[in-house]
Structure formats: structure tokens, C-alpha cells
């Protein structure tokens, strides 16, 4: 169960991250500053393989559509994954308790 509250946690961030740089960019923070720059740029590196799937007029919303579309498959996979883990964990808990419980002697 932990295995999969530490992935549920990085995919947060993840998708925080890139959430976070979106909206930076469509209301305009300036690039300059020091702090927009490293969440666009810690952004940019977690998109890249989502880069230019749409093209559409407007860098805005091109970055919106690209990176809201990163942002989706990172927590569709991140979720499955984490539940995967959970199912994991669970089963080698029942597993193990169940083990126990055949274990003990019977009266």
C-alpha cells in the first residue's frame, strides 16, 4: 500500500508540475523570473515526447492542448499503475495471512 501512495504522490507532482507551467503561460508570468523559468523548464523536460502532437494556430493554446495532453496520459498510467500496486500488496498481505491462519494447529 505504500508502494502505491509513492506513486500516486509522484504523479501528482508530476502533473502538478506541468499543470502549474500551462497556467503560467496562458496568463502571462514572465518568463524572466527565475522561478516561472524552472517550472516551465521541469515541465518542458517531463513533455517531451507529448511536444507538437496537436498544431494548432496560437502557441498558447498549442502549449495548452500538448502539455494538458502529457499532463492526462501521466495520470491515467500513473493511476493504473499505482492501482496495480495496491492490488499487489493487497494479494501478498491476504496471501501471507491466509498462510498464517493454515499454519496453526487445529484442536
Known amino acids: 500500500m505504500a ?5 500516486r504522490l509522484v504523479v501528482g507532482i508530476v502533473v502538478g508540475i506541468i499543470v502549474l507551467a500551462v497556467i503560467l503561460r496562458v496568463v502571462g508570468a514572465n ?27 496560437g502557441p498558447k493554446l498549442n502549449m495548452a492542448l500538448n ?14 499503475i499505482a492501482s496495480f500496486a495496491a492490488r499487489g500488496a493487497a494479494a501478498a498481505y491476504s496471501r501471507r495471512a491466509g498462510a498464517w491462519r493454515r499454519s496453526r494447529p487445529v484442536a
Not at 502539455?67 to 493504473?80: D, H, K, P, R, S
Open 3 to 7: 508502494l502505491a501512495r509513492a506513486i
Open 31 to 57: 518568463p524572466g523570473n527565475v522561478i516561472v523559468s524552472d517550472i516551465h523548464d521541469a515541465g518542458a523536460s517531463l513533455v517531451g515526447p507529448f511536444d507538437n502532437v496537436f498544431s494548432v494556430s
Open 67 to 80: 502539455w494538458g495532453l502529457a499532463a492526462l496520459v501521466y495520470a491515467v498510467v500513473g493511476g493504473f
